[in-house]
């Protein structure tokens, strides 16, 4: 018996594989490139050396037997660990890295640091999407996602990167022109402030009202000023000297440093979400999303 499946041809594993993950011959061939009757011959040749079958086979659809369903999920396992492997080792001399981030973390800080981080690493080709809407993990498109949140995400390798603060900030010209009502967090009441909706994603998210009660200060109702789709929107336009914005760090770092923008107050709210780096679990440790990780975390450190 031991020589009898030592001499398996791979190929037979590869197309049994492929057949029990997709529940198909057909559509096995089709992602391996061979015909379905190559995907049957193959999968009847593994049936003759384990002397029982593999699939129930129906009119346009396969289901496993017993000896099939035990022995496809550690195949699936074998595969994909064959494939990590070449990656990391055999990795060619071009790679693609696809990173998915909220438009706003993705516009105020990780695009203007990108460039240091793809010059360290010039074999790989990297593109940032800024999303709102999670990454789908399961169809490889996606390497790493940026996500605010709680980290309670399913399935996948998340790192805490960044906990955030809000705070108000404002224009020089704007903090230069409305300078006595900003002596205190009172006079704030009257001025424009800039809403953004990332606030409304959960009930205890920094919002205006939330950032008064710290001040110890009746929020205006309602509060005036503009609604922005996005923290970034909401920042230009305080740089513009249109209001004022509830700043959330380190989206803001950037402009407070460069004096785009001030700050108001020492009043902090702490958010319970924070900035998350996200991958699949059995892609963690591939070389080029390693190095992400390190090189993220030591950006925000």
Sequence with gaps: MYRRLGQIPWSALRCFEAAARLSSFRAAADELGV????ISLQVRRLEDRFGRPLFVRGHRVVSLTPLGAALAPGLKDAFSEIERLLTNVVE???AALHISALPSFAAKWLAPRLPQFAASHPELDIRL???DALADFGNNEVDIGLRYGRGDYV???????CDVGAFPVCSPSFAREHRKALRTPEGMRELPLLWDEIGQMAPDLPTWPRWFKSAKVDAPRPIKGPRFESQHLALEAAAAGKGIALGLSPLVDDDLTSGRLVRLFDITVPSPFSFWCVCRKDRARERKIAAFFVWIKDQLS
């Design 35 to 38: 015909s379905p009757s190559a």
């Design 92 to 94: 060619p001399a071009s």
């Design 129 to 131: 999407v800024g999303d």
């Design 155 to 161: 399935g996948l390798q998340s790192e805490n990167i």
